[in-house]
């Protein structure tokens, strides 16, 4: 019997890790930079590295659909990252729809902020509006 892993893209160089599900919990680091693959804070995603984070990542992943110019959007993202530290194990990343908005086409957003799960390449759940972190939790830990 074979143990189950995870493809997880990494941050830093982007470059696609198998990590057995029982490291995941033990801060996995990169086979090809050696660098953390959980990282616990949101990464920032642009028109190159969007699809393949969304599409690669086995894990689930949390993905915040925003515009600098949307005030809940702002209000939004302090409480993005302290749901992010408080989940380590799952993915979380930004897409800037103002700035790349090629990135963003694909997911259909119509309104901001908008949080998309995605586990294996597909969307699991979604969530327009602006929330507190604990409701963030809430949402992503019922994802699980």
Not at 27 to 40: E, H, N
Request: aromatic fraction near 6%; hydrophobic fraction near 40%; proline fraction near 7%.
């Amino acid at each position: 019997m074979s143990e189950q892993s995870f493809h997880l893209v990494c941050p830093h160089c982007q470059a696609t890790n198998r990590i057995p599900a029982t490291r995941l919990s033990a801060d996995p680091k990169c086979g090809k930079c050696s660098q953390a693959l959980l990282t616990a804070s949101p990464r920032e995603l642009n028109a190159q590295t969007a699809n393949k984070v969304i599409q690669k990542n086995e894990v689930l992943t949390i993905v915040d659909f925003w515009a600098s110019w949307c005030q809940p959007c702002l209000m939004m993202a302090p409480e993005f990252k302290v749901a992010a530290s408080q989940l380590p194990q799952v993915v979380f990343a930004k897409i800037q729809t103002d700035k790349y908005e090629q990135a963003a086409a694909p997911y259909n957003i119509r309104s901001l902020p908008t949080m998309v799960a995605f586990r294996n390449g597909r969307e699991v759940a979604r969530q327009s509006g602006a929330l507190p972190s604990h409701q963030i939790i809430q949402w992503v830990q019922s994802l699980q």
